[in-house]
């Protein structure tokens, strides 16, 4: 296939955001992974009672590993997305999770979420579970209020594309274990086919409950101490993870165009399933794997020998692992030189296996490979598993961090994702090209503007904490030119109410205005001036002809606990309307405000009426309070219903 024909299909990779276990973002996890860190850890006491259920025995009604992978789960930013607290608490932490992870995902590609409203941008999430629906449910019918429709599965790729006024292709993907790369698989064909111009890949995993713990204990197949030893002759079954990743994705010869950062680039991809070449729906099939890797190579139309690493499905299973090393050594190892061996490891082994996320978690670790040129051990590997023909397959587990080889071409690295549903999916990554180097010019300095932004006052004090930072000696601020870093921050960074504007000619310069008075020369700019009032500002004729993007400090979210059942610090303060407006309003208010205006919908009064009878210890009349329709209002008629109680 012609490098013409190649690169008119490929697929950038231009942003990525994650919530993994020991890692709240892609420079964590690469140093996580450079280090040989092992992430999982103890159950924590609130998930569910996992000391009650442990024994490492199979059988049933017992949970084997009381070890596993996991992230904060209740740590959410309401008021930046427009929720009230009531809506945070009943949502599902998937959901809340998703919201930050894009947001964050889509800064980092320098896509501004404001310019993307209303086009056609695909959303497609890999997902497996509805835990905080089922728990919810589980409570009994009480507990089944019209609020827990916000909750189902479907809604997770929704709420995006709604947060965000996405109108392109919104879809939950499950295939058990490779849902989330199948996810990618969709968005990709999507971008070829030109249905999206630009497309969210996501996977979620959050366990909140230990039922299919419970279950694959029952059938030998988790981990006695929940660590995964892929490869390994000790591998003993699947470690559980929660996992949040989100990568965005763009046409190739699009994110040139534009300007974009790529950070990989997706050749090809496949999916396939085992159909009946297996002896029953749960085994994996030698067959099917075979048949998806060639698949995924002829689309991507490179030879599998050229592969230099792949990411494996990797579940530390004492059966999976053996299948899949072999079905990789078949395909990838013929034709290969013998000094040049495929190198193959497993995430899974730093973070625990994130069943429907596991994919994209694997995607991310690919992409950070490519960019740093290394290929990071893969743990828990003493004595190489006797069901793998290691003699005769050119396939090495790397123990140790070492450098992908050197070829004079762009690195090429693969990743496999394997469900129970026998959906096997196969991604084909290579390096990006490396960006071209700037030349300074030789001329005086000029002083650019720097603006700031975000949504409360708070948040905007943090995110010039971390410019200040980003800025310093030694920060990764200094790497990039100050009018690029001006450029980036003025024209791919959403601008929010709350604003601040600097002026400098160099990172120090501008360090020292974000942190206070200093001795430097003083700049003064009409366009700081009318950011800082909120006026737009023709950015176009400030930094003349284009800029070139880079990477900046992410938003500051600004999140508080919000989970059922906990009682907030402020929940018996005030009068019945100052409770009802603290815990449904979504933004600010006086008595003129309409009810409406304030974010109290149908669904937020069928709530309150329902708290209202629970408080007041009356029957609440559903149409007397639906005839409210100001902050005024609601408050005469809550002091008169707190007298009648």
Aim: hydrophobic share 40%.
């Amino acid at each position: 296939m012609k490098k013409s024909d190649v690169d008119a299909r490929s697929v950038a990779v231009i942003g990525m955001a994650c919530r993994l276990p020991g890692a709240s973002g892609a420079d964590e996890l690469w140093s996580l992974l450079r280090a040989g860190v092992d992430a999982t850890s103890e159950t924590p006491p609130d998930r569910y009672g996992a000391d009650a259920l442990h024994d490492p025995r199979p059988g049933p009604g017992r949970l084997a590993g009381h070890r596993a992978g996991h992230v904060a789960v209740a740590d959410f930013d309401a008021a930046f997305f427009g929720m009230s607290a009531t809506e945070a608490v009943e949502l599902d932490p998937q959901q809340r999770l998703l919201l930050m992870t894009a947001w964050e995902a889509l800064e980092d590609a320098g896509q501004r979420p404001d310019l993307l409203a209303g086009s056609r941008t695909g959303v497609f999430v890999g997902n497996a579970r509805a835990d905080h629906l089922e728990l919810a449910l589980r409570r009994g019918p009480q507990a089944a209020t019209a609020s827990q429709l916000l909750n189902f599965r479907s809604l997770l790729s929704a709420r995006l594309s709604h947060f965000l006024d996405l109108r392109g292709p919104s879809v939950v993907v499950d295939t058990a274990c490779s849902s989330s790369l199948t996810a990618v698989h969709q968005a990709v064909q999507s971008l070829r086919a030109g249905e999206s111009p630009l497309a969210l890949a996501a996977g979620v995993n959050l366990r909140l409950r230990p039922d299919e713990g419970v279950v694959m204990t029952a059938a030998g197949s988790m981990s006695a101490d929940g660590r995964s030893r892929f490869g390994d002759a000790g591998a003993d079954g699947h470690a559980p993870s929660d996992a949040v990743g989100v990568v965005v994705l763009k046409p190739l010869r699009a994110a040139l165009a534009d300007g974009d950062r790529v950070r990989a680039v997706i050749q090809g991809s496949a999916i396939g399933n085992d159909g009946g070449t297996s002896d029953s729906v749960l085994n994996p099939s030698l067959t099917g794997q075979i048949e998806v890797l060639r698949w995924a190579y002829e689309d991507a139309g490179l030879d599998p020998a050229e592969v230099d690493y792949v990411e494996a499905h990797g579940s530390g299973s004492p059966v999976l692992d053996p299948l899949e090393l072999t079905a990789l050594g078949e395909v990838l190892g013929a034709g290969r030189p013998a000094d040049r061996p495929l190198l193959v490891g497993s995430v899974k082994t730093n973070v625990g296996h994130a069943e429907a996320a596991g994919g994209l978690t694997g995607l991310l670790k690919a992409v950070l490979c490519l960019e740093h040129g290394q290929v990071p051990a893969s743990l828990h590997l003493r004595t190489p598993s006797p069901r793998v023909d290691w003699q005769r397959l050119p396939v090495v587990i790397p123990r140790a961090l070492q450098d992908l080889p050197d070829r004079g071409r762009p690195a090429v690295v693969g990743v496999s994702g394997q469900g129970s549903s026998a959906l096997n999916a196969h991604v084909v990554l290579r390096q990006a090209d490396p960006p071209r180097v700037r030349v300074k010019a030789l001329r005086p300095r000029r002083a650019y503007v720097l603006p700031l932004s975000a949504r409360t006052p708070a948040a905007l004090t943090a995110l010039t904490r971390a410019y200040a930072e980003y800025l310093r000696p030694g920060g990764p601020g200094t790497a990039h030119a100050v009018r690029d870093i001006c450029f980036s921050a003025a024209t791919r960074r959403q601008h929010h109410a709350c604003r601040l504007a600097v002026v400098g000619a160099s990172h120090e310069e501008l360090a020292a205005a974000l942190t206070g008075p200093h001795a430097g020369p003083v700049h003064t700019s009409q366009a700081a001036d009318r950011y800082r009032a909120g006026l737009d500002v023709d950015w176009g004729a400030e930094f003349g002809k284009r800029g070139h993007y880079v990477p900046l400090p992410l938003y500051p979210w600004q999140t508080e606990r919000y989970w059922p059942g906990d009682r907030r610090s402020d929940d018996g303060g005030g009068d019945l309307s100052s409770w009802v407006l603290r815990e449904h309003a979504r933004t600010g208010f006086d008595d003129g405000s309409t009810l409406t205006e304030i974010g109290i919908d149908s669904l937020a009064r069928l709530r309150i009426v329902v708290e209202l009878t629970k408080r007041s210890g009356r029957e609440i009349d559903p149409e007397e309070f639906g005839r409210l329709r100001t902050v005024g209002e609601l408050r005469a008629w809550t002091r008169a219903l707190g007298a009648a109680a």
